[in-house]
C-alpha cells in the first residue's frame, strides 16, 4: 500500500513507547526490590520489547526500512515516544551505583499500561487490519501487566507513610509529563479520520476517568491538570536521556549494521 | 499414625541407619522427613550457594541485555537472563524450606551473601566487557553448568531433584542461545572473530574452575565425599571436566578457535583429557570474594537492596526480610 503518514507517525509511536520503557524496564534486572519482582518484571520487559519488535516489523513491512535499524541507528528526534517514558530510572546508571527509585518504576509503568490497554481496545477495531491483529496479541500479555503494576500502585500508596510520601512524590512526577503520553501528535486528527486509532480526546478522557475511580478507591488525592513540561515526544522533542538510551542500545549493532549478529 | 510413632521411638542411631537404607534405596527425601544435620546443613550449603549464584550469574549477562545487537537478540537474552532468576528463586524456595526447622528465612541468605560468608561460582566473579562474553557465558558457562547439575537430577532429596528437572530443561534452550550468538560471531568479520577469540581467552581458566579443584588437596573434597554418600551427587569434579572436554573441546576446535591451553589433548591410553590445571590459588581467592569483579557485583546487590528496604517494608512491616 502506498506510504501513509498518519500511520506510519502512529506506529512509530507504539514501538518506541514499548521500546523505550522495556529498556529502562530491563536495566533494573537484578535490582528489584525482591526475587520475586525480579522474575516478575524481566518477563512484563521481555512482553513490552516484543510488541515494540511487532510494530517495527509492522513499519519494515510498510517500506520503513530493517526493524533493527529502526529501533538501533534512528537519531533521537526521529523518536516518536513519549518524554516520560525515555526518563532515567534515577541517578546512576544500571552498571554502576544506580539509586533506582521502585516509586518512580511502578507509578510510570501503571500510568502507562492503563493508558495501553485503552490503546489496545481501540486497535482492535484498527481499520489497519495488521495493527488489529497486533493489538490482539499484545492485549492477553498486557492484561498480566495491568494487574501487576496495579496490585504495587495500590498496596504502596496504602501503606507505610514513607511509601505513601515516596509514591506521591512519583504521581506528581508522572503526573507533570503524562500529557506527553496521552499526545497522539501533530497528526492525531487524521489517524482518528481513518479509522486508525480511537481520537486523543476519547482516550484521554478514558484515562482520566479511570484515575479518579482508582484515586478515589485508594482514598488519595486527585492531582488535577496534567503535564507535558518537557516537550512532546511525538513530535521528536527529547531529553538528553534518550540520548544515552539509544547509544547503550546500540552500542554493539552500529559497531557494524551490515552483518549477522 | 502408627509407623509415625513407631518411628517418633526409635534411637537417632536406628532412625540414621532407616535414612541411609533409604537413599540406597533410591527413594527421595522431602522436606518434612527425618533426615541427619550434616545431610541438612550440606543440603542448605549446595542449594544456597547454587540460588545466590544463579542470582548473582544475572549480574554480568544483565550488563548486555540492554547493548545486545538486533531485537532478536534483544528478546532472546531477556528470556534467558528471566530464567536464571527464575532458577534463583526456586531454589531459594527449596534453601528456605531446609533452613526453616533452624529458624533461618531469605533474610539470613542475603546477609551471608553480604558478609561473604555465602559464596557464589567463580565464574560470575569475572569481567564480561564484550558482546562476545555474552556468548561464551550462555554457550560454555551454561553448558558447563548443565553437566554439572545433570549429575544431581537424581538427587536424593525430592525437592532439589525436580527443581533441576526443570533448571535443567530451561539451561539446554541458553546453551543453545549462546551457540547461536557464537555461531553468528565465528561466521562473521575479523572482528567478530576476534570478539570471540579474546572472550574465550578470557574464560578458559574461570571454565576450569566451574568445576572444582581435582585432587584432594586443594579442596573441601570431604564436602564432595559426602554428596556423594548421601547421593546429592553422583560424580566427582574431575570426572565432570573430563565430560566437559568431551563435549565442547572439539565443537571450539570446529569453529576454528584456539584454545588458550597448548597442551589440552586427549590421551588415547589413560582415555582422559590432558589439559593444564589452573592455579588453584587463585581460585580460593576469586571465590572468597577477591575476583576481578566481586566487589562490584555484590556492591550492585547491596545498593539495590538498602535502595528498596522502604518497599520491603512497606510489603511486610512486621518481617524483615521476603
Known sequence: MAQDKALVELLYTLADDDFILAYRGSEWLGLAPHIEEDVAYSSINQDMMGHAAKYYHLLEELGEGDADELSHLRSPEKFRNAVLLEEKNGEGTYLEQPQYDWAFAVVRNYFYSIHKKFRMDSLRQSSYEPLSDTAKKVSIELQYHLMHWETWFKQLMTSTDEAKRRMTAAVERCWNEMGGVLSLGPMAEEMAEKGYIASEETMRTKWLDHMKKTFEQIGADFPGELGMTKGNGRQGEHTEDLTQALETLSEVYETNPKVAW | ?322
Open chain 2, 1 to 322: 499414625m502408627t509407623i509415625e510413632t513407631s518411628f517418633d521411638q526409635l534411637t537417632e542411631e536406628e532412625k540414621y541407619e532407616h535414612f541411609l537404607a533409604r537413599i540406597d534405596a533410591g527413594e527421595k527425601i522431602e522436606p518434612n522427613d527425618w533426615m541427619p544435620d550434616d545431610y541438612r546443613q550440606s543440603l542448605i550449603r549446595l542449594i544456597s550457594m547454587h540460588g545466590i549464584s544463579e542470582i548473582m550469574g544475572a549480574l554480568p549477562e544483565k550488563e548486555w541485555v540492554p547493548k545486545a545487537p538486533t531485537l532478536h537478540r534483544k528478546l532472546a537474552i531477556m528470556a534467558k537472563v528471566q530464567d536464571e532468576m527464575g532458577h534463583g528463586q526456586l531454589l531459594l524456595r527449596v534453601a528456605e524450606d531446609l533452613m526453616e526447622p533452624l529458624d533461618m528465612n531469605r533474610e539470613d541468605i542475603m546477609q551471608n551473601l553480604f558478609s561473604g560468608k555465602l559464596k557464589f561460582h567463580n565464574v560470575f566473579h569475572m569481567k564480561a566487557p564484550t558482546w562476545g562474553d555474552a556468548g561464551i557465558i550462555a554457550w560454555l558457562v551454561d553448558g558447563a553448568a548443565i553437566i554439572s547439575q545433570s549429575m544431581m537430577l537424581n538427587s536424593s532429596y525430592g525437592p532439589y531433584a525436580r527443581a533441576l528437572k526443570r533448571i535443567c530443561a530451561e539451561e539446554v534452550f541458553h546453551a543453545q542461545h549462546g551457540e547461536s550468538i557464537i555461531m553468528a560471531l565465528a561466521e562473521g568479520t575479523p572482528e567478530q572473530r576476534e570478539l570471540l577469540q579474546d572472550a574465550l581467552n578470557r574464560w578458559w581458566t574461570a571454565l576450569l574452575m566451574f568445576f572444582g579443584p581435582k585432587s584432594k588437596e586443594n579442596a573441601s573434597t570431604s564436602h564432595v565425599d559426602k554428596n556423594m554418600r548421601y547421593k546429592i551427587r553422583e560424580k566427582t569434579n574431575e570426572e565432570l571436566r573430563q565430560e566437559f572436554f568431551t563435549k565442547y573441546v572439539p565443537r571450539i576446535w570446529s569453529l576454528g578457535l584456539t584454545i588458550p591451553d597448548e597442551t589440552i589433548h586427549f590421551d588415547e591410553e589413560q582415555g582422559l583429557w590432558v589439559y593444564q590445571d589452573p592455579d588453584w590459588n587463585e581460585f580460593k581467592e576469586i571465590v572468597t570474594g577477591n575476583g576481578p569483579q566481586s566487589k562490584e557485583r555484590l556492591e550492585l546487590r547491596k545498593t539495590s537492596y538498602e535502595n528498596n528496604r522502604w518497599v520491603r517494608e512497606a510489603l511486610n512491616p512486621a518481617a524483615k526480610a521476603i
